[in-house]
């Protein structure tokens, strides 16, 4: 590579090398669910507690072809996304507020991580009297669910730039705001971005409950009529959606960490 | 918190010889006094310090551990404030950063979110240069601190000398007038000490910045400066200041001569009273607070 070549265009990211990682991580529940074929095959586990693997794949197939698999899935993976923003969005505001006021932050820090270990789920009826049995209630709890990790990952993200980066700015006669934004923010990102995906976390699975509770759109309420009707294989082929939203949503936030860093 | 009036007198220690000579200063820090208040006891960092420095001199602050020394440039840089006294920069009293000083810090201070190269540009495309322009300068300076093929390596995957070297290039490609240096090249080894401090020098005797460094190494001080300031430990002030008449450009002829050794030798002896000073009210300290 020539000179030019290597000095035209920004770095965006560093390349990661090759990992044997993610080829480890899907081989290990490959053969995990072969090992649970097996069991069921040689009759050590009854059928009707466990369905086999091969069937619930079969069914998943069949749900997202003839039934309203991809409808369910679609609608809950629309529902996380509104989530996402919106946890995003006010977790980062209200995180960044938190950290810059010292007086608010001692009065309200305290409160927030208690909220965390709290199952705000129960406040749903409150949505419901709000936004009746609609995905608006469905997304309103996730977002309280998802909101206390992101906040407090916020703030202990922002507290813990090294102040000697602050100065690298502050030394250059930049305003605060640009301070924030080319400094603070990215050396923090790291941090935010795991706080992040735990209040994904916390507001899937509070999206699937209320789904399921509410028995309104999506996944959780494909799983609610499944179970009622003792279709375990279906049953377990939404409970395997549910986790390919999870891990579609991961991995989106961590390209998007890595755009925003860059 | 209150300025002295401009008619205070200046102390004799000040190294402020601009009357008698009738040179301008690029910088007057005039009875500079800082105290940090922490808990119970307040540590006077640094104690009416007055000197003034010459446009394009390269001056040296050495002194022990501890005594007031990077808080004096803070206080230079404008980052530290609720200090008494005032800093001039080209004749007027500066109120916080100066956009005339350019900063390398003793701490690792790359980004660590940023290439070599990007962290070398980051000045320059915070004061709106083109973007090929400042990728050009930047790679300039990249390979003047002999980082030339480690332009899109991340500073996780640097060593902590070069890291500093990278900081190094990140200031120098800002080209401020005043560039306050705070023990960059501790973290490398002698060799490369030597010839990245005469690199400095070469740019700072061609570009004519002012330069203001902060060293333990009394060799690298007598090899760089015009002048080096000595320090007191606790409270931080001015012991000496100390001329160093050697010819420029310093050759290796200048470095090993009888001349250069006997500067060596005075600053050493103006340092070692102060420095086992530091040591022993710290061993003091500790046996103190053991009993
Ligand atoms: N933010 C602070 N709060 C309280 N005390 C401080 C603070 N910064 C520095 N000090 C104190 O001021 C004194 C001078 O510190 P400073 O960092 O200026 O020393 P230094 O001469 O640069 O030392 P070194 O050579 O080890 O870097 C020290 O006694 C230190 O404990
Ligand atoms: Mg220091």
């Known amino acids: 590579m020539s000179d030019a070549a290597t000095l035209s ?50 069914a998943g197939i069949d749900l997202l072809w003839h039934g309203n698999g991809l409808e369910a899935l679609l609608a809950t993976a629309f529902e996380l996304l509104s989530a996402a923003v919106l946890v995003g969005l006010i977790g980062l505001s209200v995180g960044t507020l938190l950290y810059r006021v010292t007086a608010l932050r001692r009065t309200y820090e305290g409160w927030v991580a208690a909220l965390a270990a709290t199952p705000l789920v129960l406040v749903y009826p409150f949505f419901l009297v709000m936004f009746g049995r609609s995905a608006a209630t469905i ?23 090294r102040p000697v980066l602050v ?10 705001v640009r301070v924030f934004w080319s400094i603070e923010f990215p050396a923090a990102l790291p941090v935010i971005f795991s706080g992040f995906r735990l209040g994904l976390g916390f507001a899937l699975i509070n999206i699937v409950g209320m789904e399921f509770l509410i028995n309104y759109g999506g996944l959780g309420q494909l799983i609610n009529e499944h179970a009622e009707l003792y279709d375990l294989p279906e049953t377990y082929a939404c409970i395997a959606l549910v986790v390919v939203v999870s891990a579609v949503f991961v991995a989106a936030s961590e390209h998007l960490e890595r755009r925003l860093r860059g | 918190m209150t300025s002295p009036e401009p008619s205070a007198p200046v102390p004799p220690l000040s190294g402020d010889t ?37 446009e394009g001199e390269f001056l040296s602050v050495i002194g022990p551990s501890g005594c007031g020394k990077s808080t004096l440039f803070k206080i230079i840089g404008g980052l530290l404030g ?44 915070a004061s709106g240069m083109g973007r090929a322009e400042r990728l050009d300068r930047a790679a300039h300076f990249v390979s003047l601190v002999g980082l030339k093929g480690f332009e899109r390596r991340f500073p996780s995957e640097l060593s902590g000398g070069m890291r500093q070297r990278v900081a190094i290039a ?9 560039l306050l240096m705070d023990e960059p090249f501790a973290a490398l080894d002698e060799q490369t000490r030597y ?9 700072q ?3 004519k910045q002012t330069t203001l460094l902060i060293t333990h190494n009394i060799g690298e001080a007598v090899q760089l400066s015009d002048r080096v300031l000595v320090m007191t430990y606790r409270p931080g002030r001015i012991k000496a200041v100390v001329e160093v008449d050697l010819p420029r450009p310093r050759s290796d002829d200048v470095i090993t001569s009888d001349a250069f050794a006997r500067h060596v030798a005075g600053l050493w002896r103006n340092l070692k009273e102060e420095a086992s000073r530091g040591l022993a009210e710290s061993e003091a300290l500790v046996s103190g607070g053991a009993g």
Do not use: C, Y
């Open chain 1, 9 to 58: 265009g920004r770095v965006r990211s560093r390349r990661p090398r090759f990992s044997p990682a993610p080829l480890l991580g899907v081989a290990t529940v490959l053969g995990l669910l072969a090992a649970l074929e097996a069991l069921i095959r040689t009759g050590l586990v009854s059928p009707f507690v466990v369905p086999p693997p091969s069937t619930v794949l079969l």
């Open chain 2, 205 to 207: 005797q061609a570009t």
């Open chain 2, 82 to 125: 609720g200090f008494s006294g005032e800093v001039r920069v080209g004749g007027r009293s500066i109120q916080g950063p100066h956009r005339d000083i350019g900063m390398v810090f003793q701490e690792e201070s790359t980004f660590p979110w940023r290439s070599v190269l990007d962290n070398v540009a980051f000045p320059l495309e």
């Open chain 2, 170 to 178: 990140r200031t120098l490609a800002f080209n401020p007038k005043i």
């Open chain 2, 18 to 54: 601009s009357a008698v000579v009738g040179w301008t200063a690029a910088l007057r820090v005039m009875n500079v006094t800082k105290r940090f208040h922490t808990g119970r006891e307040i540590v006077t960092a640094v104690d009416d310090v007055s000197f003034d420095v010459r």
């Open chain 2, 195 to 203: 010839l990245l401090g005469d690199k400095v020098l070469q740019i």
């Open chain 1, 167 to 176: 100065d690298v700015g502050r030394a250059l006669n930049l305003r605060p």
């Open chain 1, 139 to 161: 997304v309103a709890v996730g977002v309280v669910a998802g909101l206390p990790p992101m906040v407090l990952r916020t703030i202990e993200g922002f507290a813990g730039v």
